[in-house]
């Protein structure tokens, strides 16, 4: 059973940083897209970062240059650093893997829990 789990969730304030990680385990974690997506009070979900199993990227307008995705396929972790950290930034992050195999990024079949990010001015 594919299990995807958060940590690194905090409190901060205006400018600070934290790192997000992400356990997978129950699929071939190296094979898959995996992503970050956010979701405010009273928001949608949005897609914040992904990163292939080739590691190409792409970001959300609002956290370019901000957020770094990256993946270490050794330890079948996913990571998150986020920097310059805004009011706006505060959501409940999650975890995603997508739903196939694939050489890029498509619809994700799997989710985190996530955690909690809250951003203070």
């Known amino acids: 059973q594919v299990q995807l789990v958060e940590s690194g969730g905090g409190s901060v304030q205006s400018g600070g940083s934290l790192r997000l990680s992400c356990v997978a385990s129950g699929l071939s974690y190296s094979n898959f897209c995996m992503g970050w997506f956010r979701q405010a009070p009273g928001k949608e979900r949005e897609e914040v970062a992904r990163i292939s199993r080739f590691g190409t990227t792409r970001y959300a307008n609002s956290v370019k240059g901000r957020f770094t995705i990256s993946r270490d396929n050794a330890k079948n972790t996913l990571y998150l650093q986020t920097n310059s950290l805004k009011p706006e930034d505060t959501a409940i992050y999650y975890c995603?893997?997508?739903?196939?195999?694939?050489?890029?990024?498509?619809?994700?079949?799997?989710w985190g829990q996530g955690t909690q990010v809250t951003v203070s001015s």
């Open positions: 995603a893997a997508d739903r196939y195999s694939r050489t890029g990024c498509a619809d994700v079949g799997y």
